[in-house]
């Protein structure tokens, strides 16, 4: 009970700063065309930061082979999930400028921050150790496949861009410092620490502008969509059960929990943030993150009642 009070506390602080987007924009003090410039900074500054402080961790044999499996289950449940995904939108009657957005916001999740909040809520420094570690399959995932959704669309697309990017890169180098012996100097550490951590609340700022943006009939228009209510279910509930196969393996219980409860994190507001800088429907991919987002309150909660069950009976 405690700890789903902790919980609750996450997300209503989550919440409360993209309120805060919301009215700023419709006060108009975050004018029109802000979102663009939000979007440059968390993507190309602040994200790359939090990613390189987060894979900064000393180099062991055990940490290696931890990050084989959580790499395994997170590319398989990627996999899996993009493939079911796309079938699903492709038999969805549904207007091309929200396609991209919705089979973004099915596929990818909050998975940097609210996943790790979470992991440091349930398990501890080892918690946030393994969701970092379950995270760099994703990274590479939502830098490269999440922008090609959007960029294949695009009359002129410049791939060097799509698979050469500030977070790709990023990505790369932080593998790069959890295999190489020792860590960054405090000094450096200290730098990203500061720059990575505004990555939470820019991108609720963000999602709360862009929210802030639409008229009130249209936002009350998309939390009625049933297709955004469907790339819920799917995000929160479906797709963390494909890793339930991975119990028939001799995986530390720890382990593969921190792996469950971040494949059913709510939708990522990365896809707003493509959406909104590839010219597509970002409004409705926002929707998207924030009814997904509401919902995990009970969802997550759900998914560490079933693990908490499973484990009793192993």
């Given at each position: 009970?405690n700890?789903f009070?902790?919980?609750t506390?996450?997300?209503?602080?989550l919440?409360?700063?993209?309120?805060?987007?919301?009215?700023?924009r419709k006060?108009?003090?975050l004018?029109?065309?802000?979102?663009k410039?939000?979007?440059?900074?968390?993507l190309?500054?602040?994200?790359?930061?939090?990613i390189l402080?987060?894979?900064d961790?000393?180099?062991?044999?055990?940490?290696?082979?931890?990050?084989?499996w959580?790499?395994?289950?997170?590319?398989?449940?990627?996999?899996?999930?993009?493939?079911?995904?796309?079938?699903?939108v492709?038999?969805?009657?549904i207007?091309v400028k929200?396609?991209n957005?919705?089979?973004?916001i099915?596929?990818f999740g909050?998975?940097?921050?609210?996943?790790?909040a979470?992991?440091?809520?349930?398990?501890?420094?080892?918690?946030?150790?393994?969701?970092?570690?379950?995270n760099?399959?994703y990274l590479?995932?939502?830098?490269?496949?999440?922008?090609?959704?959007?960029?294949?669309s695009a009359?002129?697309v410049?791939?060097?861009?799509?698979f050469?990017?500030s977070?790709?890169i990023a990505?790369?180098a932080?593998?790069?410092?959890?295999?190489?012996p020792?860590?960054l100097p405090a000094?450096l550490?200290?730098?990203?620490?500061?720059?990575?951590k505004?990555?939470v609340?820019l991108?609720?700022?963000?999602?709360?502008s862009?929210l802030?943006?639409?008229?009130?009939?249209?936002?009350?228009?998309?939390l009625?969509?049933?297709h955004?209510?469907?790339?819920s279910?799917?995000k929160?509930?479906?797709?963390p059960?494909?890793?339930?196969p991975?119990l028939l393996?001799p995986?530390?219980?720890?382990?593969?929990?921190?792996?469950?409860?971040?494949a059913?994190m709510?939708?990522?507001?990365?896809?707003?943030?493509y959406?909104q800088?590839?010219?597509?429907d970002?409004s409705?991919?926002?929707?998207g993150?924030?009814l997904?987002?509401?919902?995990?309150?009970?969802?997550i909660?759900?998914?560490?009642?079933?693990?908490?069950?499973?484990?009793s009976?192993?």
């Open positions: 009970m700890q009070a902790h919980f506390q996450e997300l209503t602080l919440y409360s700063i993209a309120l805060l987007g919301y009215m700023l006060k108009e003090i004018p029109e065309g802000s979102e410039v939000l979007t440059a900074v968390i190309n500054v602040t994200l790359p930061a939090l402080f987060g894979m961790v000393a180099f062991s044999v055990e940490n290696i082979i931890q990050f084989g959580l790499s395994l289950l997170s590319a398989f449940v990627l996999i899996v999930s993009s493939v079911i995904s796309s079938l699903t492709k038999k969805l009657n207007e929200k396609k957005a919705l089979e973004g099915m596929i909050n998975q940097g921050f609210l996943g790790i979470v992991c440091y809520l349930l398990f501890g420094k080892e918690g946030v150790f393994y969701g970092t570690l379950f760099f399959v590479l995932y939502i830098w490269t496949y999440a922008i090609y959704l959007f960029a294949r009359e002129s410049q791939w060097r861009k799509v050469l990017n977070g790709v990505t790369l932080g593998l790069l410092l959890m295999i190489l020792g860590t000094v550490s200290n730098t990203l620490e500061l720059t990575g505004p990555t609340p991108s609720m700022l963000l999602i709360g862009l802030g943006g639409m008229p009130l009939a249209d936002l009350k228009l998309f009625k969509n049933k955004l209510w469907l790339a279910l799917y929160l509930i479906l797709f059960l494909l890793l339930l991975f393996f995986l530390p219980i720890q382990l593969f929990a921190v792996a469950f409860l971040v059913g709510p939708s990522a507001p990365t896809i707003s943030m959406a800088q590839y010219g597509e970002a409705f991919a926002a929707a993150v924030a997904s987002t509401f919902l995990s309150c009970i969802t909660p759900a998914l560490y009642s079933f693990l908490l069950v499973i484990s009976l192993a």
